[in-house]
């Protein structure tokens, strides 16, 4: 046999016996003392039968003396220095309680940052509504009457102007308000609705149709009953104009009723919105570091 043949079979042996478990625990054992059979058997808690086979098939890393011992070879010390630099460079493994909080930590993380996300997003959507009179035609309980034959038409004309200072005009069949527009913003705006009380003293048949600025039908319904009845809020005021109220006797007989014009505002108020979108804003930068980090931790691996 050659040189290089008798090194390749050595490697083989060396190779082969470290990738067995109990050999290697065998030749550390070997390593700093020389021991019997029976030390050995005691130790590693096999039977007789399988530490035969593994001390046979560790072939020349071990030696047998005559004394009935066991020790090392020069090759098997050299298997053991082998041995001894691969553990030494095994990178630490973390200890299971270690990864168990990284878990635990992780899972945090996740909850807090979902639950943070929902919270601003809630703060963001959140909008409190307050409403009130902002102008009522003719005041108090009263109500303006009217008489329609059949078929005929009833109108009232709401005009809104949007410049200088408060001033309201009433006319025969008209409200005039001349008034400032509320600035509205991305957290608090107003809104300005049309409010009926009509009252009839028989049984009514009506249709009540409603005309914006450029005459365009915004709201069209038919109405019967005795009685007082409340309608609205059905027509938002949202542009400046005339805006056109008609009622229509639609029974055979001559009506008799009473009516009343109330324009209502609605405050619209985001309490939590710059809360909401700071915590939004938050919950964005931790997501974005985490997936930084994520990243940079995989390259690192490579």
Request: charged share 20%; proline share 4%; glycine share 6%.
């Amino acid at each position: 046999m050659t040189k290089e043949e008798n090194s390749e079979e050595s490697y083989s042996l060396i190779f082969t016996s470290l990738k067995h478990p109990i050999r290697r625990k065998i030749l550390r054992m070997l390593r700093d003392n020389e021991m019997t059979f029976s030390q050995i058997l005691e130790i590693v808690s096999i039977d007789s039968g399988h530490l035969s086979y593994h001390l046979e098939n560790l072939g020349d890393l071990i030696t047998h003396s005559q004394d009935g011992k066991y020790r090392l070879s020069s090759l098997g010390s050299a298997a053991t220095r082998l041995m001894r630099g691969v553990e030494e460079h095994q990178p630490p493994t973390a200890p299971k309680t270690r990864g168990k909080v990284e878990t635990t930590v992780k899972i945090f993380s996740i909850v807090l940052a979902a639950t943070l996300l929902w919270v601003s997003l809630f703060s963001i959507g959140l909008t409190e509504r307050t409403y009130g009179s902002f102008v009522r035609v003719p005041k108090t309980d009263q109500r303006i009457a009217f008489t329609l034959a059949p078929n005929q038409t009833y109108q009232y004309n709401i005009t809104m102007v949007y410049e200088g200072l408060g001033l309201i005009s009433t006319e025969p069949n008209g409200l005039r308000i001349v008034t400032q527009q509320s600035p509205n913003t991305f957290s608090e705006w107003k809104e300005y609705f049309l409010q009926l009380e009509l009252k009839f003293d028989q049984t009514a048949n009506v249709s009540m149709t409603i005309r914006d600025p450029s005459s365009t039908i915004i709201s069209e319904s038919a109405l019967g009953g005795y009685g007082a009845m409340t309608i609205g809020p059905n027509v938002y005021i949202t542009q400046p104009g005339t805006y056109q109220v008609e009622i229509r006797n639609l029974h055979t007989d001559q009506l008799d009723g009473e009516v009343a014009f109330e324009i209502m505002w609605e405050q619209f108020t985001r309490p939590l919105l710059y809360y909401g979108i700071t915590g939004a804003i938050v919950v964005s930068l931790f997501s974005l570091v985490v997936l930084v980090t994520w990243i940079w931790a995989k390259k690192s691996d490579k």
